[in-house]
């Protein structure tokens, strides 16, 4: 990428991350281009879909998340790991208005830049629910695509309900019971 490429990439990241924080993930691609400083055909070049753009914004979120992951992967309760690593999705689902309705439409459709997000967290995920499973700790016909199903509803309710804070975690909780063996 020229130099001039790269720093209209990185300016329209920028501007999206901004966007979507403020004004959820229906933020004005117009909008951002402007802010960003080029027209929205450049925008478009570099993110030919608003889910490219999507992908690209949480492309950092996703390291984290998988960082995350591996982290609890060694962690003396795989119960508590995965229920940990459960919450920490949820908290990034809430972090954008409109991202959980999105993220749940990936489980439907594998070949979106979400999807590609997706996909190495249900990985994640898995290796974390299987070691809760080995432990007996959960039920064996729970499954990863279930759970992130779930978490990306959990977050949408918790979005649609602001005057109520501790409802992410009271549905978290209630369907860990759900989930022990």
Same mark, same amino acid.
């Given at each position: 990428?020229?130099?001039?490429?790269?720093?209209?990439?990185?300016?329209?990241?920028?501007?999206?991350?901004?966007?979507?924080?403020?004004?959820?993930?229906?933020?004005?691609?117009?909008?951002?281009?402007?802010?960003?400083?080029?027209?929205?055909?450049?925008?478009?070049?570099?993110? *030919?879909?608003?889910?490219?753009?999507?992908?690209?914004?949480?492309?950092?979120?996703?390291?984290?998340?998988?960082?995350?992951?591996?982290?609890?992967?060694?962690? *003396?309760?795989?119960?508590?790991?995965?229920?940990?690593?459960?919450?920490?999705?949820?908290?990034?689902?809430?972090?954008?208005?409109?991202?959980?309705?999105?993220?749940?439409?990936?489980?439907?459709?594998?070949?979106?830049?979400?999807?590609?997000?997706?996909?190495?967290?249900?990985?994640?995920?898995?290796?974390?629910?299987?070691?809760?499973?080995?432990?007996?700790?959960?039920?064996?016909?729970?499954?990863?695509?279930?759970?992130?199903?779930?978490?990306?509803?959990?977050?949408?309710?918790?979005?649609?309900? *602001?005057?109520?804070?501790?409802?992410?975690?009271?549905?978290?909780?209630?369907?860990?019971?759900?989930?022990?063996?």
């Amino acid at each position: 990428m020229r130099a001039d490429a790269r720093r209209n990439h990185e300016r329209l990241l920028a501007e999206a991350r901004a966007a979507f924080a403020a004004h959820g993930t229906d933020a004005s691609l117009e909008d951002i281009a402007r802010r960003a400083g080029v027209g929205i055909g450049t925008l478009y070049r570099h993110f *030919p879909t608003r889910e490219a753009l999507l992908g690209a914004v949480f492309q950092d979120a996703l390291r984290a998340l998988l960082d995350r992951s591996a982290e609890l992967a060694a962690a *003396p309760d795989p119960c508590v790991a995965l229920v940990s690593w459960l919450r920490t999705l949820i908290a990034h689902a809430g972090e954008y208005r409109g991202l959980s309705m999105a993220l749940m439409s990936v489980s439907y459709g594998r070949s979106s830049a979400l999807a590609e997000c997706s996909e190495p967290l249900r990985a994640a995920g898995e290796i974390l629910l299987a070691r809760a499973r080995e432990t007996a700790a959960v039920r064996a016909d729970v499954s990863i695509g279930d759970l992130m199903k779930l978490t990306n509803a959990i977050a949408l309710a918790a979005e649609r309900s *602001p005057e109520d804070p501790e409802l992410a975690d009271r549905l978290l909780d209630l369907t860990v019971r759900g989930l022990k063996a």
